[in-house]
Nanobody, 120 residues
Framework: QVQIVESGGGLVQSGGSLRLSCAASGNTGSAYAMSWYRQAPGNQRDLVATIGSGGATSYGDSAKGRFTASRDNVKKSMSLQMNNLKPEDTALYYC??????????????WGQGTQVTVSS
């Protein structure tokens, strides 16, 4: 019903920048939230940035003021501009879409992830 595709990962040096993109398609409705998470092997999956359906944006601690998220509701897309990257940012980055249900719950969809590797 909902498909998610991420792109934009790659290998960069410390201090460099990357821009990740997420494209959603299918029956999302208009009330969905979009988020970027990241996970390194052996670690938990952590929130990087979230944008609600109304445009309110919040960042996880890992963003540290270096990342900027944006959303395009026409394209059903979300981007993550990552600046001043550090080796600890190395992870598989996942896009997430959360859709509220009529019974008060949510349905969550995940992309396959895009790899970000930051060398020192």
């Amino acid at each position: 019903q909902v498909q998610i595709v991420e792109s934009g990962g790659g290998l960069v040096q410390s201090g460099g920048s990357l821009r990740l993109s997420c494209a959603a398609s299918g029956n999302t409705g208009s009330a969905y939230a979009m988020s970027w998470y990241r996970q390194a092997p052996g670690n938990q999956r952590d929130l990087v940035a979230t944008i609600g359906s109304g445009g309110a944006t919040s960042y996880g601690d890992s963003a540290k003021g270096r990342f900027t998220a944006s959303r395009d509701n026409v394209k059903k897309s979300m981007s993550l501009q990552m600046n001043n990257l550090k080796p600890e940012d190395t992870a598989l980055y996942y896009c997430n879409v959360v859709i509220p249900t009529t019974e008060g719950g949510t349905i969550s969809y995940w992309g396959q992830g895009t790899q970000v590797t930051v060398s020192s």
